[in-house]
C-alpha cells in the first residue's frame, strides 16, 4: 500500500498497559500522532472506557489490541473493544465468531497471523503459510493484518515484514520491538500502513522526553 507509516501510539509495556497511561495521554494528546491505543489488561474497564472516550474526543483513531490465544478469550476482548467503542481491534488469533461479532458491530478487525505464543508475544511459522493465512482472512472481511514482525523467530524480520506488506492488499501494522532508528528505516522500506511502538517509548528509546519521542519518530518517517 502506498502510503506514508503511521505510528500508533501504545500505552503499552511489556505487552500491558502502563497504569498511568491517562496521565501520559493527557501529556502527549497534542503531538502529532494521531493513532493511540492499549493493550485489554491490566486497567479496569470503566477507566478504559473514560481514557478511549477522550482520545476520540482529541479526533485521534483509537485501537485495542488483545493478546488472547483461545476463542472465548478473543471473543471477550472484541465485546471490550465494542463497549469501549474503539475504531481498530488488533490481535486475538482469528476465529469465525470473532469476525463475525466484528462484522456485525461495525468494529475493524485486524488478527494475529501466524503461530504466536507467550507474553510478550512472541511469532513463529513460515512466511508463505502466514501470507496464505493472512489473506484467507481478508476474504473473510478482516479489515487488515496485525503482524508481530520483530518479535519473529523462526526467521528474517525483515523479509518477513516486507513480504507480507508486498503481498497483503489490505492494512497491514507491525507491532512490537520497534525500538532504534534502524528498525524505522527498515518500517520506511517495508512501507506498512502502520507499525506501533510502546515500550520504546518508556525506555527512552527516542529520546527524553514522551511527547518529544512521539514527534522525533514521526518526523523521521515522514522524512
Known amino acids: 500500500m502506498n502510503n506514508i507509516p503511521n505510528l500508533i501510539v501504545m ?18 494528546k497534542n503531538s ?10 491490566p486497567i479496569p474497564l470503566e477507566e478504559m472506557k473514560r481514557l478511549y472516550s477522550y482520545m476520540k474526543s482529541m479526533g485521534k483513531t ?3 489490541e488483545v493478546i488472547a490465544y483461545d476463542e472465548q478469550n478473543g471473543l471477550n476482548g472484541a465485546q471490550m473493544a465494542v463497549e469501549c467503542g474503539v475504531d481498530i481491534l488488533m490481535g ?4 469465525d465468531s470473532i469476525n463475525n461479532f466484528c462484522k456485525e458491530n461495525k468494529l475493524k478487525y485486524m488478527p494475529f497471523v501466524g503461530q504466536v505464543s507467550e507474553r510478550p508475544s512472541i ?4 512466511i508463505d503459510d502466514m501470507i496464505q493465512e493472512a489473506n484467507i482472512y481478508i476474504s473473510k472481511g478482516a479489515y487488515g493484518i496485525d503482524l508481530l514482525g520483530y518479535r519473529y523467530i523462526s526467521g528474517n524480520p525483515i ?52 511527547e518529544k519521542q512521539i514527534n522525533n519518530v514521526c518526523n523521521y518517517i515522514e522524512n
Do not use: M
Open 11 to 28: 500505552l503499552t509495556h511489556n505487552d500491558k498497559t502502563v497504569l498511568n497511561a491517562y496521565d501520559i495521554f493527557e501529556k502527549c
Open 32 to 41: 502529532k500522532a494521531k493513532f493511540w491505543g492499549f493493550k485489554e489488561e
Open 62 to 64: 483509537t485501537f485495542l
Open 92 to 95: 486475538t488469533v482469528f476465529y
Open 123 to 126: 511469532l513463529e511459522g513460515d
Open 159 to 210: 523479509e518477513l515484514n516486507k513480504k507480507i506488506v508486498e503481498k497483503i492488499n489490505a492494512p497491514v501494522c507491525i507491532a512490537g520491538s520497534i525500538n532504534s532508528y534502524q528498525r524505522l528505516d527498515e518500517i520506511k522500506e517495508a512501507n506498512p500502513w502502520s507499525f506501533t511502538i510502546g515500550g520504546a517509548f518508556f525506555e527512552n528509546k527516542f529520546g527524553e522526553d514522551f
